[in-house]
């Protein structure tokens, strides 16, 4: 099928089958295109926490998937590809999360909404790239918090909290790529440049920041600024959304450590997701996530104190 006879397609299947189309910013911008609602993580659960739509499809990566089927467990929540997963949530197995938890009680457990639904079962407040300080500052500062599974948030919060928060050592495997070097030769190249990081990033990528914060804080922290020259240390797929915000304004994308084809980072789980599996995830209405109905019970608790504490 052309892409125009997909698009058309979704169009009519989305309508007849009563369907909302969600879709993060790292997904590829003919998918940004149909969505309903494209968005960060945060307002990415938000919107499904509000949706009355029989069907979600969420173009993004599993655990986003999860997370809107926690919230909406009456519903068919779709992924255009079930391979489409998160190396920063595989980085935190649950029985040794589990563990780790056991083996310090009297800790809160905080874990980025980058996790599995079995970790957000073990889990009191989970929080995104755009509420953790918030979340995180909701709490006494005497408060003993264990945050999971990112080092590089986690150490990020540290110092901007001045909280000592025990971290998991887990990473995303995009973020944690980002070439110091290719960033600063970049910052000589455009010296007007502002430089924009997600905190997954490690801490001398995020110290080179002029804005941190999640993708949908970047995007509206470079269409507010003044500047005309951005350094984009995230994945590729949001200079979509960038760019068409801010026409008049230049966006380059900060290179990875292995910078030897686009010198863009890409995220390989958000990109198996296509505009054709989008079709035929809406014709079928499959790959359909499934989530344990106890471990949803427990798991929505800290999601849901999450909605209420950053509302
Ligand atoms: P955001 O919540 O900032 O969109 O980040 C999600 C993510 O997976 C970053 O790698
Ligand atoms: Fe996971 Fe990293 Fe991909 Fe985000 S960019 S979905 S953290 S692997």
């Known amino acids: 099928m052309e892409k125009e006879e997909l698009i058309e397609g979704i169009a009519r ?43 979600i499809v969420m173009c993004g990566v599993h655990f986003m998937g999860e997370t809107a089927k926690i919230l909406c467990y009456d519903r068919k929540v779709l992924v255009p590809d079930m391979n489409a997963g998160c190396s920063l949530a595989d980085s935190c197995p649950t029985d040794s999360f589990k563990t780790f938890v056991e083996a310090h009680p009297g800790y809160k457990v905080l874990s980025y909404v980058n996790t599995t639904a079995a970790v957000k079962a073990l889990t009191d407040v989970v929080v995104t790239s755009g509420n953790a300080i918030q979340i995180v500052e909701s709490f006494p ?10 080092k590089n948030l ?21 973020h944690a790529q980002f070439s110091i070097e290719g960033i600063v030769n970049l910052k000589k190249q455009y010296p007007q440049a502002l430089v924009l990081v997600h905190p997954e990033c490690k801490a001398p990528v995020i110290a080179l920041a002029d804005i941190v914060g999640s993708t949908a804080k970047l995007i509206k922290e470079a269409e507010k600024s003044e ?17 068409k915000r801010c026409p008049n304004k230049t966006f380059i994308p900060a290179p990875p450590d292995d910078n030897q084809t686009c010198g863009c980072s890409e995220c390989n789980f958000m990109k198996l997701n296509t505009i054709e599996k989008v079709y035929n995830c809406l014709l079928n209405e499959t790959p359909e996530i499934q989530v344990d109905k106890e471990i949803a019970e427990k798991a929505i608790v800290p999601i849901r104190r999450m909605l209420e504490i950053s509302k």
């Not at 986690?154 to 995009?174: E, K, P």
Request: net charge negative.
């Open 13 to 55: 299947l989305r309508k007849e089958k009563d369907a909302l189309i969600l879709a993060h910013y790292y997904q590829t911008g003919d998918i940004q295109d149909i969505a309903d609602y494209v968005g960060d993580s945060l307002a990415l659960a938000r919107k499904a926490a509000q949706t009355d739509a029989r069907i």
């Open 141 to 150: 500062k005497e408060e003993k918090i264990i945050f999971g599974p990112d």
């Open 154 to 174: 986690g150490n990020y919060i540290n110092a901007v909290t001045g909280r000592s928060m025990l971290l998991w050592d887990g990473a995303c495997h995009v």
């Open 227 to 243: 500047a005309k020259e951005f350094i984009v240390a995230t994945e590729w797929g949001i200079l979509h959304e960038l760019t």
